[in-house]
């Protein structure tokens, strides 16, 4: 019997499942393997009370978002998590920086924080339930999604590069951004994208979250010696991997 | 002509892998399964002549590959035996094959035991764990050739009694007079009957004739010091001393780079090292 | 060997006459940088370049490499055919052509690898004389100079080139495509001065007495344990090295799951996962393991095998390394016991 598979959105921007959309053709052709039981940008319907295989985007922010998870984890055998939301806490994650009362303050107007009742401090999914696959990423890559589903479905274990993404970056023949006196974040970003922003033109982000092989402290180092702001980097590693550390290591 | 040279053939591909079906699976433990595999193309088959400690590249295309001894013993042809334990992607894929599937093989790769050397000298076998998969063949080969060997003495050594390997052959040699064989586990329970305690402390119940013999040694990483320790302590020679290293390989033919040990590569100048040479190599034991 | 001088007007001809049998790949520029790239027209050839980001083991041992085209039912390969289209690379350095000597000792001895060599069978070499940059260190190992690895090799000499015919088809296609004259003893007189001056250039040299030895009874050095701290694992210096060539290897089914390909990627032994084994064992855990390995293979390893160090000093790592350690660094606090 083919798997069946469900897609479901906590907080996110659901760019992960559009990106799902983007590849149309080989879908097709993977769906022919796989009974997609719902789809929660796609279908209208219900979600079934049964199925095999969760896919699961956005970030933990609510708890009924917690619930959720521990009902999908008693369902699903296999539970994949995709896009730096769900992976890492990712641009989520940032809100729950500081004092979270107050932010719904701002946000909801003086009754925030009663407003906002139920929220929680957002989080990656494997902060609340174990994770079997994860594609990381803001957007996730397609071809690492059908590669991870296809590893899924043959039951191979999950593997996320742990290696930063200057190696891809250079056999692609990209001038360093370091050299251009830009700050990059591939000394810290765990590769698999094909360094597609460097090759583009964009500094990396750091959107994979937190490199396994990394080496935080001589990388600020560095990066201090060449004169960039120190600030300034844990800032912009802050936009998604706020939690890496916590989480990750 | 003799497989490992058609591999070296002009116009040959090393990568390429020669399908072979498997024609039994025994179940062992319950980590491990024994395969026999008959490679297809009859004249690869018939070729296919390799020594006890040279590996296979197991190869299961959608998954990828895996190196793995060669477990039956040379002197039987026509087909080789695998013994598997489930540790990932491929071994896990071969253990959800059945009877009849078809897998890739590359080889016979690697230096194995010199079994020519060997003859005409006592034996010490010393094996722990998995490492008895290629023992077993180095075990089986002598068994073949009995009367070319003066003692033949093994020690086998597992965690417990479900982790020991192939104990319904070991259970009728320790009946022999012609094989000293010698099991131990770490934890006993209440169907053993043999040693309890490491494979090391045996030592004290063999008697050994060091310059006469010849030790072979396999098992986990952290057992080869001790191991060589107590040969080493029996006057044994450094060069007649053997070892099979396990580390992660991915070509099997000394260009990927991963099976490093010191300045050589495990897959071509091993997986079998004499103590001196190992010894002289780097991040070895 | 035999030589021949052709004035440097002439070069362009040279190019389109190779151009009309072959893929020309040679230096251009892209930025502030150099990278081998298809020559459409001769005036985009940079001779004048210094390195380039990758060495020409691009060409040879792509990146990604598709080994094979396979089927899942039966475990069948569907194809493993390497296409190589005749090409001529054109401006390489003597460092580079060096390299590609050391590789082919690994790709074409033993068990031949039918990819690079199919590719290297296919690809004529046309060396060119270089200055010594800052990062160069080629002097150390003697790879400044190239003998052999190249079919034809250019030294300038201002106005005219003095040329090295070392094949065959070398010498056909420079009949063929330009007009070049015998060497005279002022040629020859001039391509000894240039030598010369080249020489000179080279920054101090390297201290490379005893180095397998030192690598060895000094395995335990802190050296390697403050080089530890200091080191990204990026894998940087492993990808533009001209003669790093592990590779790992991957298979990806096609969406339908039924065929796929088996492919290898470049690898550097700087990756943690490098010497992982099964059950959590890992020969190289620690940071400075791992970069002692990289000097312990190149200088020692490969040496024990080949009697050439697996480095021709061409500086492609010490560039791209954002840590900046260096061979130059690195070998001699080796030597010394610490850095300066
Ligand atoms: C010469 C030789 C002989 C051998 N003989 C035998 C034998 O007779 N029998 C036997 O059962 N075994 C044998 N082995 C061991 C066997 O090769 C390994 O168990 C096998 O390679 C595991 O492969 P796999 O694909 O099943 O596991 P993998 O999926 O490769 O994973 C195994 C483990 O390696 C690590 N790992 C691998 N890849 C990654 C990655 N990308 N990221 C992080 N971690 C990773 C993980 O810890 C993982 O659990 C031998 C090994 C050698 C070198
Ligand atoms: S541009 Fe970024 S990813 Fe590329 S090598 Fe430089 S730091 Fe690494
Ligand atoms: S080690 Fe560095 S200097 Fe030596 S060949 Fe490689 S990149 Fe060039
Ligand atoms: S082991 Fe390291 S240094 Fe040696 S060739 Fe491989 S990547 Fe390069
Ligand atoms: S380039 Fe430098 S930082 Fe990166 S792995 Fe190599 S030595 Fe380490
Ligand atoms: S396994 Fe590839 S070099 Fe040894």
């Known amino acids: ?96 920086q500081g004092d979270l009362e107050e932010r719904y303050g701002c946000v909801y107007g003086a009754d925030g924080a009663e407003v906002a009742c139920g929220r929680v401090s957002p989080a990656p999914v494997k902060s609340v339930i174990d994770v079997d696959y994860e594609v990381p990423g803001c957007p996730m890559d397609t071809t690492e999604f059908l590669r991870v589903l296809s590893r899924a479905l043959q039951g191979l274990a999950n593997r996320v590069p742990e290696e930063p993404m200057c190696a891809i970056c250079k056999t692609k023949e990209n001038i360093c951004f370091l050299d251009k006196g830009e700050i990059c974040l591939g000394l810290f970003t765990r590769t ?58 | 002509m003799t497989v490992a040279n058609m591999f070296k053939e002009p116009g040959a591909n090393p990568y390429r892998p020669w399908p072979a079906r498997i024609t039994s699976i025994i179940d062992l433990t319950e980590h491990e399964k024994l395969f026999e595999l008959r490679i297809i193309d009859e004249k690869v088959r018939e070729g296919f002549q390799f020594d006890s400690g040279q590996f296979v590249e197991l190869s299961i295309f959608g998954v990828g590959e895996a190196p793995v001894s060669i477990s039956s013993a040379p002197s039987k042809q026509g087909f080789i035996e695998l013994c598997v334990r489930n540790a990932g992607d491929v071994t896990g894929a071969l253990h959800a094959k059945k009877c009849g599937d078809v897998v890739g093989l590359r080889g016979p790769l690697g230096r194995g035991f010199p079994f ?83 494979v090391t402390a045996l030592f004290d119940k063999i008697d050994i004739d060091p310059d006469n013999t010849y030790g072979a040694i396999c098992g986990p990483p952290v057992m080869y010091r001790y191991v060589i320790d107590e040969m080493r302590k029996k006057d044994m020679d450094v060069d007649k001393i053997y070892m099979s290293f396990e580390r992660r390989m991915k070509c099997g033919i000394g260009k990927c780079g991963h099976c490093g040990v010191g300045h050589q590569y495990a897959c071509i100048d091993g997986p079998v090292f004499n103590y001196w040479e190992a010894m002289n190599l780097q991040e070895a034991i | 060997m035999f030589f021949r001088v052709m004035e440097s007007s002439r070069l362009p001809d040279l190019v389109r006459g190779f151009a009309q049998d072959h893929e020309v790949i040679g230096p251009v520029a892209k930025d502030d940088r150099f990278v081998f790239a298809t020559i459409d027209d001769p005036a985009e050839l940079r001779l004048d370049y210094d390195t380039t980001l990758l060495p020409p083991k691009k060409l040879f041992f792509p990146a990604e490499d598709q080994l094979m085209r396979f089927r899942v039912a039966d475990n069948e390969v569907l194809d493993d055919e390497v296409f190589a289209a005749p090409r001529v690379l054109f401006g390489v ?15 074409l001895k033993d068990y031949v690898d039918p990819y690079y060599k199919a590719r290297r069978d296919a690809t004529l070499i046309v060396g060119i004389s270089c200055v010594p940059s800052e990062e160069c260190f080629c002097n150390a190992w003697g790879t400044d100079e190239a003998h052999w690895g190249f079919d034809i090799f250019l030294t300038d000499l201002g106005d005219r080139y003095f040329i090295s015919v070392r094949s065959v088809k070398g010498a056909e296609l420079l009949d063929d495509f330009v007009e070049t004259r015998e060497i005279t003893d002022a040629d020859t007189a001039d391509f000894q001065r240039v030598t010369a001056e080249r020489k000179e250039m080279f920054a101090e040299d390297l201290d490379t007495s005893q180095l397998p030895l030192l690598l060895d009874a000094k395995f335990d050095s802190p050296v390697w344990d403050a080089l530890g701290e200091r080191c990204l694992s990026c894998g940087a210096c492993s990808m533009v090295c001209p003669t790093c060539y592990c590779f790992d290897v991957r298979d990806d089914l096609a969406p339908d799951q039924k065929t796929g390909t088996r492919s290898r990627l470049w690898d550097s032994c700087q990756f943690s996962e490098f010497s992982a084994v099964a059950h959590g064992q890992n020969f190289r855990d620690s940071r400075a393991s791992r970069v002692k390995y990289r000097y312990y293979h190149k200088q020692w390893g490969y040496l024990s095998k080949f009697e050439r160090v697996l480095c021709v000093g061409c500086g492609r790592c010490a560039r791209a390394c954002a840590a900046n350690i260096t061979p130059r660094e690195v070998v001699s606090a080796l030597a010394k016991g610490g850095f300066e």
């Open chain 1, 1 to 96: 019997m083919a798997p069946r598979v469900v897609v479901m959105g906590l907080a996110s921007d659901f760019g992960c499942q559009v990106q799902m959309t983007n590849i149309e053709d080989d879908l097709l052709d993977v769906l022919g393997l796989i009974d997609l039981s719902y789809w929660q940008l796609a279908s209208s319907g219900h979600m079934p009370a049964e199925y095999d295989v969760a896919i699961i985007e956005g970030a933990v922010t609510t708890t009924e978002h917690v619930e959720l998870l521990k009902r999908v984890r008693a369902t699903a055998g296999v539970v994949m998590v995709i896009g730096a939301c769900a992976v890492t806490g990712g641009i989520p994650a940032m809100a729950g």
């Open chain 1, 192 to 249: 698999g994208c094909g360094a597609r922003c460097v090759t583009l033109g964009r500094p990396c982000t750091g959107c994979r979250g937190l490199a396994k092989d990394a080496n935080v402290e001589s990388a600020m180092k560095i990066l201090a010696a060449k004169g960039f702001d120190v600030d300034e980097v844990a800032e912009r590693l802050a936009v998604f991997n706020t939690l890496e550390e916590a989480f990750c290591r």
């Open chain 2, 116 to 198: 020519a050397e060997m003859k005409g000298h006592d034996v010490l076998l010393v094996a722990g764990g998995l490492g008895i998969a290629p023992l077993k063949s180095l075990i089986n080969h002598i068994h073949d050739d009995r009367h070319d060997f003066g003692t033949v003495t093994i020690l086998y050594g597992a965690r417990n009694p479900s982790e020991i390997l192939f104990r319904y052959q070991f259970d009728m040699w320790k009946h022999r007079d012609d094989f000293n064989l010698i099991l131990t586990v770490d934890e006993a329970d209440e169907s053993w009957s043999d040693e309890v305690g490491r």
């Open chain 3, 93 to 107: 350095h003597p460092c580079d052509i060096n390299a590609l000597l050391l590789m082919d000792n690994i790709f």
